[in-house]
Nanobody, 115 residues
Framework: QVRLVESGGGLVHPGGSLRLSCAAS????????MGWYRQAPGKQRELAAA???????NYADSVKGRFTISRDNAQNTVYLQMNSLKPEDTAVYYC?????????WGQGTQVTVSS
């Protein structure tokens, strides 16, 4: 059974930081591309950041320079370090594991940026 479990969300003030974690089980984690997606109220889900099995990264323009995605294949975990957070970063953040046409989603974790 495949499980992706996100953690680390919460309420933070503008300018603050959070670190999200996504622990995977039931897959050969090291060969999957891992991504962090987010969905704000009333908006479509969008890719925030992704990292390939080889460590190449890709970021949405809106988070470049502020967010950093990384992975630990020994721990089957992908991280998203979020700095200089803005109110517009408020969303549910989802972890996704992708291999060709196969995709698995986590349940999401809420991030709220507010003063």
């Amino acid at each position: 059974q495949v499980r992706l479990v996100e953690s680390g969300g919460g309420l933070v003030h503008p300018g603050g930081s959070l670190r999200l974690s996504c622990a995977a089980s039931g897959i050969t984690f090291s060969i999957y591309t891992m991504g962090w997606y987010r969905q704000a109220p009333g908006k479509q889900r969008e890719l925030a950041a992704a990292i390939t099995f080889g460590g190449s990264t890709n970021y949405a323009d809106s988070v470049k320079g502020r967010f950093t995605i990384s992975r630990d294949n020994a721990q089957n975990t992908v991280y998203l370090q979020m700095n200089s957070l803005k109110p517009e970063d408020t969303a549910v953040y989802y972890c996704k594991a992708t291999l060709a046409a196969i995709g698995y989603w986590g349940q999401g974790t809420q991030v709220t940026v507010s003063s």
